[in-house]
C-alpha cells in the first residue's frame, strides 16, 4: 500500500467569452484506509485554485466556476470504479474579488490488487479538451499483521456534529494536499489509522508513538516525539499535530510506530516532507534552559579543551550551530566556559537524549581517528575534506588511494553502498601537491556535496587543455585508471 500521489495539474484553457478564461491549476492526492468488515477504499482529495477557475453568470447573475471530473479505477482493461462529479465554486458577485479554492473529495472501495487511477478534468466555463493524467495504485492490506492506513496532512480539524464527505471517527477532517510546509505554517497535523489490534494482540493495550526525524539520516528530532497509549480496537484512530514554528529548513520524515507492552515494533509508517523556515534557520541557538551540573560536561573545566571538543562538532553540525561553533572557538574569543558546555551538552543531548556522554566518546574516537589519517602540520583532520566526509557519513565501503600515476594528480576515490537514503555515493578527492596530506572534495555524486562533472578534465589538467567548457572527457590517457575504480569501486 505504497500509493501516494501528489501533483499539480494544468489545464490550458482557451480565451472566450466567460469571464477570466485562463490555466486551470489543482492540486490532487489520496491516501489508502480500510474499512473494518467492508475492506479497503482510496480517498482522493482534489483542490481546485479558485483564481485559475473561469467564472460565467449564473441565473441570479451572480459568478460561479463549475468543473467537471472523472474518476476512474481500472485494473487491466476492466474498470473497477467509475465516477463523474461536477464540482461548483463558492458564488462570488465580483470576478476581480477573492474566489476561493474549493474542495472535492470522494472514497472509493478497491480490494487488495494493483490498479490505474485515471484523473480527467475539464472547466465546463472553457472551450477546450480536458486533461487527463493516471497514476498507479496498489493496495496491499494484510489481516494476519497489524498495520497502518497511510498518513493524511491535515490542514485543520475539529469535533464533527454532523456527518460530511470530510468526516472521519468523529472528527471533520480537512486535508492539507502538500508535503511543503513554508514559513507561516506553524503546525503539522496528521490523521492515521490503525488495523488488526483486536484481533492479533494478546494484550488490549498497545503504544503509538510518533516522531519526526532527518529524512538524511532518520535522526530522531528532540522536542518532536509523542506517545499515545491505546487499547485494541477494529480500528485506532491517531489524530495529532505537532508545533513546527521553530523546526529549521530541510527534508523530514514524519514517522508512526505501533509497539507492544514489550516495546516491540508491531508496524510502522512514515511520509516525508520538506520545510522552509528563514526565521528558524537565522536563528541564534537559544542555550538559556539547558543546565550542564551533574552530566558528563560538568567535569570540562578547560576553556581550550571545551574550545577543541567544540570545533570538531562542525562536520556533523547544522548552519546555526556551525554559525556557533565558527563564532565561539576562535582563541581571540572571549568565551564563557558555560556557555560553551550548554552548547556542546545541548548538541548531544539532541543526538542522543538517553545516553549523550555514549554518542559523544564514539564520535570522539573517530575525531582522534581522522586526524591521526588526515590531519596536516597546519590543519586538523576534522578541518579537511576527508575527514569532513568519514566524521558526516563513516568509513567509506571502498578507498582507492592513487598518490602517483602518469598524468593525474595524487587523489583518492571513496564508495559507499549507502549514504542516508541514498545508494551507491561515491567520492573523488585531489591533491595539487604531494607535500601536505590535505585532498580535497573534486567531485561526489551525494546531492548535498560538490558535483563536478569535469573531475576527470581536472584531475588530469596537467596534460590536458581546460580550454574547452563543455567538454567533460579527457579522452584516453597514458596510465590512467581514473575511471575504471570510479566505475567499478574496489
Known amino acids: 500500500m505504497n500509493f501516494k500521489l501528489s501533483l499539480i495539474l494544468f489545464l490550458a484553457i482557451a480565451y472566450s467569452n466567460v469571464v477570466g478564461a485562463q490555466q486551470l491549476q489543482a492540486l490532487f492526492s489520496s491516501n489508502l484506509f480500510q474499512?473494518?468488515?467492508?475492506?479497503p477504499y482510496v480517498e482522493t482529495y482534489l483542490l481546485i485554485n479558485g483564481f485559475s477557475a473561469n467564472y460565467a453568470k449564473n441565473e441570479e447573475g451572480q459568478f460561479q466556476a463549475k468543473i467537471e471530473v472523472?474518476?476512474?479505477?481500472?485494473?487491466?482493461?476492466?474498470?473497477?470504479?467509475?465516477?463523474?462529479?461536477?464540482?461548483l465554486s463558492p458564488i462570488v458577485s465580483d470576478t476581480n474579488?477573492?474566489?476561493?479554492?474549493?474542495?472535492?473529495?470522494?472514497?472509493?472501495?478497491?480490494?487488495?490488487?494493483?490498479?490505474?487511477?485515471?484523473?480527467?478534468?475539464?472547466?465546463?466555463?472553457?472551450?477546450?479538451?480536458?486533461?487527463?493524467?493516471?497514476?498507479?495504485?496498489?493496495?496491499?492490506?494484510?489481516?494476519d499483521e497489524v498495520g497502518f492506513s497511510q498518513i493524511e496532512l491535515v490542514d485543520n480539524f475539529s469535533k464533527s456534529t454532523e456527518t460530511t464527505v470530510l468526516s472521519k471517527s468523529g472528527f471533520t477532517v480537512v486535508p492539507y494536499l502538500s508535503t511543503f510546509y513554508p514559513e507561516p505554517k506553524t503546525k503539522l497535523k496528521f490523521y492515521a489509522e490503525v488495523y488488526g489490534t483486536e484481533s492479533l494482540l494478546e494484550d488490549d493495550l498497545f503504544l503509538i508513538k510518533y516522531y519526526i526525524a532527518k529524512h538524511e539520516n532518520t535522526q530522531i528530532l528532540n522536542g518532536y516525539v509523542g506517545y499515545m497509549r491505546q487499547k485494541a480496537a477494529p480500528v485506532n484512530v491517531i489524530l495529532r499535530e505537532f508545533n513546527i514554528e521553530k523546526l529549521k529548513s530541510g527534508n523530514y520524515d514524519l514517522i508512526i510506530e505501533a509497539r507492544d507492552r514489550n516495546n516491540k515494533l508491531l508496524a510502522h509508517k512514515s511520509l516525508f516532507f520538506q520545510r522552509s523556515n528563514v526565521t528558524a534557520d537565522n536563528a541564534e541557538v537559544d542555550l538559556s534552559s539547558i543546565q550542564t551540573a551533574s552530566t558528563f560536561v560538568d567535569n570540562i573545566n578547560n576553556i581550550d579543551s571545551i574550545r577543541e571538543f567544540t570545533a570538531s562538532l562542525r562536520p556533523i553540525a547544522d548552519d546555526s550551530e556551525r554559525r556557533f561553533i565558527d563564532s565561539y572557538t576562535q582563541e581571540k574569543v572571549d568565551t564563557s566556559l558555560d556557555v560553551m558546555k550548554r552548547f556542546f551538552y545541548a548538541f548531544w543531548i539532541q543526538k542522543n537524549e538517553l545516553n549523550p556522554e555514549q554518542e559523544w566518546e564514539e564520535y570522539w574516537k573517530n575525531v582522534k581517528a581522522v586526524d591521526l589519517e588526515f590531519g596536516t602540520r597546519i590543519r586538523k583532520g576534522y578541518n579537511t575534506d576527508r575527514g569532513t566526509i568519514y566524521l558526516k557519513y563513516g568509513k567509506p565501503n571502498s578507498r582507492v588511494e592513487v598518490p602517483n600515476e602518469p598524468n593525474s594528480y595524487p587523489y583518492e576515490i571513496w564508495h559507499y553502498f549507502q549514504i542516508n537514503n541514498q545508494t551507491n555515493g561515491k567520492f573523488v578527492f585531489w591533491s595539487q601537491d604531494n607535500v601536505t596530506n590535505d585532498y580535497e572534495v573534486l567531485h561526489s555524486t551525494i546531492f548535498t556535496e560538490v558535483n563536478n562533472p569535469r573531475w576527470e578534465m581536472m584531475l588530469q589538467q596537467r596534460n590536458t587543455s581546460l580550454y574547452d567548457l563543455d567538454q567533460v572527457d579527457p579522452g584516453y590517457s597514458t596510465g590512467s585508471r581514473a575511471k575504471e575504480y570510479w566505475d567499478t569501486p574496489r
Open 97 to 143: 474579488t477573492a474566489k476561493p479554492n474549493f474542495l472535492d473529495q470522494q472514497r472509493f472501495a478497491i480490494p487488495n490488487g494493483d490498479y490505474v487511477l485515471v484523473l480527467k478534468m475539464n472547466d465546463l466555463n472553457a472551450d477546450d479538451k480536458p486533461v487527463i493524467s493516471q497514476s498507479d495504485l496498489k493496495v496491499d492490506f494484510k489481516t
Open 70 to 87: 472523472t474518476y476512474t479505477i481500472q485494473k487491466g482493461e476492466q474498470i473497477v470504479q467509475f465516477d463523474k462529479v461536477a464540482i
Open 35 to 39: 474499512a473494518p468488515g467492508q475492506g
